[in-house]
């Protein structure tokens, strides 16, 4: 039962009408929620492991990670930088563990939730080189709006990080809403399709490929 994954539908037409209302207040209102305490202590777990192993390197975020697919292989692909793959789902996590014979060492799986680490990295000052967000299909109902990253309280943390970012998706309306959320800050970001032969980077990307569908690709400079 792979390849049998549904296409997303939605009763959205297209790009949400609150769209700019909802950036533009985030982007004029700071988010002051707390932070959680599990998200503190993960995050100065980062950041010794960062002091150990050289916080002069580019550091490299995949922001829910999953079981790690994505994180190993951008690990593998930069040596020269550190990987921190984030999940809150403990149990995913433990399957990486599992999944994979060994990880390098410059990769480190953090469990934490996204926007309490994001917002602990820009306290601290710390920006990306690269930042890779692929969870592919979040809150597809015009309702959901501010539950999607662009529409949430921690966008501006989102673009205060910095680098290349990078969004994959199978729902081409959901990086649509991205690309104009990034346009009214003045960014510039590219949509492209990803050819049905490309190699996966998550175990979702394979199997919409596996089901015929589209993955698309939305790619920024912050």
Request: net charge neutral; aromatic share 8%; proline share 6%.
């Amino acid at each position: 039962m792979f390849a049998n994954s549904r296409s997303v539908t939605s009763n959205q037409s297209g790009i949400h009408d609150d769209l700019e209302r909802v950036v533009r207040r985030h982007l004029q209102s700071p988010w002051r929620a707390p932070i959680a305490d599990h998200d503190v202590q993960a995050f100065a777990q980062l950041q010794q492991w960062r002091m150990e192993l050289g916080a002069e390197r580019p550091l490299m975020l995949d922001s829910g990670c999953g079981t790690g697919r994505s994180s190993l292989l951008l690990a593998s692909q930069h040596p020269e930088a550190l990987v921190v793959g984030v999940d809150q789902s403990a149990v995913r996590l433990q399957r990486a563990e599992r999944r994979f014979d060994a990880l390098p060492d410059n990769l480190r799986l953090l469990r934490a939730d996204c926007a309490g680490l994001w917002r602990l990295m820009v306290g601290e000052g710390w920006l990306l080189a690269r930042h890779k967000i692929l969870y592919p299909n979040p809150w597809p109902k015009s309702a959901h709006l501010k539950r999607r990253w662009h529409g949430h309280p921690v966008w501006p943390t989102v673009l205060s990080l910095g680098g290349e970012l990078e969004i994959r998706s199978n729902w081409p309306l959901y990086l649509q809403e991205v690309q104009a959320a990034l346009a009214i800050t003045g960014i510039r970001a590219e949509l492209s399709e990803l050819p049905m032969q490309s190699e996966p980077l998550t175990d979702f990307e394979e199997k919409y490929q596996a089901s015929g569908q589209v993955n698309w690709r939305l790619t920024a400079r912050l």
